[in-house]
């Protein structure tokens, strides 16, 4: 791992403990001041500014954690499956049985972060489908929610890019825990909502098979 990742992320697990003390304590405050007392307005305030470092923070710890992507045989299904257990009206289909080289738990949180942002958009359905294609496994996740406008696709991965004030950080996660698997991501235009389409090779034993 590099020099600034490592640093970012020991400094990461250095704060995770004391901030969450601060959240907790920042949400017992919230219980004793009055919804109309005019000292609430603050007490929210710092609320809100706590769980935005907290949601950094986890998101730092994230991309720190990609500089030491394991390189494990990782079967999708269980990947998926897990991913998908935390919601419902996740739909999961296609070549399941199919096995990469990489890490699980980084996987499942790149997974996690395309669910959580298509229901945050407004989706109500997701649906990821798995195809195997020359060699590679083609994923694709896909929902019905209002979908991401052409001109957006590609700046959506930026790190920091957010429409809806949140940290912006996930999707360049996602896109780097991509490049840890040497896959990639994209936008695409979607028959309904928003449609991903990951590109991961697959184990090499699954490859010749
Ligand atoms: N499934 C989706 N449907 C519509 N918009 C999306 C979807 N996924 C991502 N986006 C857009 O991409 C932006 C960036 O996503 P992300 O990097 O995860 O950051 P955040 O979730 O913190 O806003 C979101 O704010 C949203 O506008
Ligand atoms: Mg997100």
Known sequence: MGGIARTVGVL??????????????????????DADDPRRRIVDGVAQELQRMSALIDSYLDFARCGQAKKEL?????????????????????????????????LERAFDNLIENAFAAGATNVRIEARQDRGGLRLIIEDDG????????ARIFEPGYS???????GLGF????????????????????????????LAPVCAEA
């Open 146 to 153: 209002p979908g991401v406008p052409p001109e957006l696709r």
């Open 174 to 201: 996602v896109q780097r825990v991509l490049q840890a698997h040497r896959g990639s991501i994209a936008c695409e235009n979607g028959a309904r909502g928003a449609r991903f389409v990951m590109k991961v090779p």
């Open 74 to 106: 990782v079967r999708l299904a269980e990947v998926l499956a897990a991913a998908a257990s935390r919601r419902e009206s996740i739909t999961v289909e296609g070549v399941l049985d199919a096995m990469v080289v990489g890490d699980a738990a980084l």
């Open 12 to 33: 990461g697990h250095e704060l995770r403990n004391p901030l969450a003390a601060a959240v907790t304590g920042a949400a017992l405050l919230r219980e004793l001041v």
């Open 163 to 169: 429409r809806h004030g949140s940290t912006g950080l």
